[in-house]
């Protein structure tokens, strides 16, 4: 499969040249363009757990709507767009595990494996449903940011603001905590939970943080 | 042609043109950012009382601007209201052009302008799907929101409508709803999600783009304040 990343960093839009029977599995809105031969089929992928799981999972919204596209007999092209404006970025995965925020997953080829709801990662904001998905096995993972997004390689101690974490390789062990000293002046002065990253590994990061833009902008639109 | 460039390319085009000695150009009302103090501006019904209350109908605003140069040609900026790219359309007299209502920009006054209201099939959820048919000759910009790409049909095409900016008329083309797309009913409350696409056959050329503006309104719907009672 040929991926193209056109139009970086700040209208980024992925095309992807599918061979005879190749399939591409991505979120359910990201679909632009596509030939016509191409078979399209729309799942709802739900995290495990059993019943309580399930009404937890009603709770948080943890949720994806995947669609996977296959070539019939011919070569087929797609394209694929994140919802927001900002860049996208090809990972290839080689049997290790990645982190992903919900908000960040584009696409993944065949041979990936997504999992949804991370232990260990809660849903941080209201108003948003932010879930985070775990991503493991061999092949090519498209990730998406809003604004840029860059890399950070982790050697000891790293933090980042959850709100700008895109992905983060599972070889590194973190905690969530509050960015300052104390709680209250951690939530007054604006800075929220912050990821606190520990060993080594990658830290995928995007410039802007979806959830400051949609609080700046929200209060202003009429109620709902 | 006239003699025109594209500025801040593919996030925040502007358009710049030098529009010569008393010719006009019409202009998407309210999109003119700066021009020369020669040049004069008048609000113009396009295609009569009718076309106006399509026009409104269709998202776009009610009137046109035509600009004129005077007796020296004049320069002229246009910036679309939303950030994104802009295309420029030959029109040869052979074909017309579909532009998505929104996203017309300016036309020489020799081309025809006329709004085509798709019927309800593509008012699903708010996203009604306007089209302007364009036909004559002279010059022809459209924007899009993010990049816009080209795609050359040969065949078979799908594009979801949100993301459809212009194509050609010798392509034929359904609004339909795309079954393995569709996760209506699962989930309330978004727009769109619903499957709806537009399917083009034949050969010609479609512009599509990077982002859609349905989306972002998505985005931001959960962040809106509840109402109180």
Request: some cysteine; aromatic content about 10%.
């Amino acid at each position: 499969m040929n991926i193209d990343i056109l139009h970086q960093p700040d209208s980024a839009i992925a095309k992807l040249d599918l061979a005879p029977g190749e399939s591409i599995t991505a979120e359910a809105g990201a679909m632009v363009a596509m030939s016509g031969s191409m078979q399209v089929d729309t799942t709802l992928r739900q995290g495990g757990g059993g019943l309580m799981g399930g009404l937890k999972r009603m709770m948080t919204g943890e949720s994806l709507f995947l669609s996977v596209f296959q070539a019939s007999d011919r070569p087929a092209e797609l394209f694929l767009a994140p919802k927001l404006m900002g860049d996208i970025c090809v990972y290839p995965l080689q049997g290790n595990t990645l982190v992903v925020q919900s908000t960040g997953y584009l696409a993944n080829t065949a041979g990936v494996n997504i999992d949804i709801g991370f232990p260990g990662l809660k849903t941080f904001f209201s108003g948003e449903s932010l879930f985070w998905l775990s991503i493991s096995g061999s092949g090519t993972v498209l990730l998406s940011s809003f604004g840029g997004i860059y890399d950070v390689d982790v050697d000891g101690e790293y933090i980042v603001d959850t709100g700008h974490i895109v992905a983060f390789e599972k070889t590194l062990d973190f905690s969530v905590t509050k960015a300052g000293a104390g709680w209250i002046g951690s939530i007054l002065g604006g800075e929220g939970l912050v990821c606190r990253f520990r060993g080594r590994g990658k830290v995928y990061c995007q410039t802007h943080n979806p959830g400051a833009f949609g609080h700046l902008i929200g209060p202003r639109l009429p109620a709902r | 042609m006239l003699t025109h460039q594209i500025h801040h390319r593919p996030a925040y085009a502007q358009l710049e043109l030098t529009l010569p000695a008393r010719e006009s150009l019409l202009v998407e009302s309210g999109s003119m950012a700066a021009m020369d103090s020669s040049i004069t501006m008048k609000s113009r019904m396009r295609g009569g009382a009718m076309g106006g209350i399509q026009r409104m109908l269709s998202g776009e605003s009610f009137f046109m601007s035509e600009f004129t140069a005077g007796d020296r040609p004049g320069r002229l900026y246009i910036s679309p209201a939303i950030p994104g790219d802009i295309q420029h359309y030959q029109m040869r007299g052979d074909r017309a052009l579909m532009v998505q209502s929104s996203g017309f920009v300016a036309s020489s006054p020799t081309v025809e302008l006329d709004t085509q209201f798709q019927g309800f099939k593509g008012f699903f959820s708010g996203e009604a799907l306007f089209l302007l048919r364009a036909t004559g000759r002279g010059d022809l910009w459209f924007s899009s929101y993010g990049a816009v790409l080209e795609v050359p049909v040969d065949g078979d095409y799908v594009v979801d409508t949100g993301y459809i900016v212009a194509f050609e008329d010798s392509l034929t083309y359904n609004v339909e709803m795309l079954g393995g797309l569709s996760f209506r009913g699962l989930r309330t409350g978004i727009f769109g999600g619903e499957g709806l696409v537009c399917r083009f056959r034949g050969q010609g050329r479609l512009w599509i783009q990077s982002r859609n503006l349905y989306s972002l309104v998505n985005f931001l719907n959960p962040f809106r304040p509840t109402q109180s009672n």
